[in-house]
């Protein structure tokens, strides 16, 4: 049974930064590969960062340049650092744990309960 626990959201003002973060348990975690979804109010929910188990990394255009995902096995935790916040940005965000296929990210159904991050202007 994979258990996922996000934290770190919160409100911050445009051009901020937040470091959310995403512990798990009970999995291999250091042979999956990682997500960071996000869903704001009435849209899908969306993928915006991934990274393999070897370390690749790879950013939606939206987000590219301002987060950056990274993990630490040893601490079974997935990071997202978010830098230059802006309004859009606002959302719930949840990590995940996944596979590639080819060059694909395909999540697992392993999901924490989301962390809220809302940026005011």
């Known amino acids: 049974q994979v258990q996922l626990v996000e934290s770190g959201g919160g409100l911050v003002q445009a051009g901020g930064s937040l470091k959310l973060s995403c512990a798990a348990s009970g999995s291999i975690f250091s042979t999956y590969a990682v997500g960071w979804y996000r869903q704001a109010p009435g849209k899908q929910r969306e993928l915006i960062a991934h990274?393999?188990?070897?370390?690749?990394?790879i950013y939606a255009d939206s987000v590219k340049g301002r987060f950056t995902i990274s993990r630490d096995n040893a601490k079974i935790t997935v990071y997202l650092q978010m830098n230059s916040l802006k309004p859009e940005d606002t959302a719930v965000y949840f990590c995940?744990?996944?596979?590639?296929?080819?060059?694909?990210?395909?999540?697992?159904?392993?999901w924490g309960q989301g962390t809220q991050v809302t940026v005011s202007s």
């Open positions: 995940n744990l996944g596979r590639y296929s080819g060059a694909a990210y395909r999540p697992y159904n392993y």
């Open positions: 990274m393999a188990s070897g370390g690749a990394t």
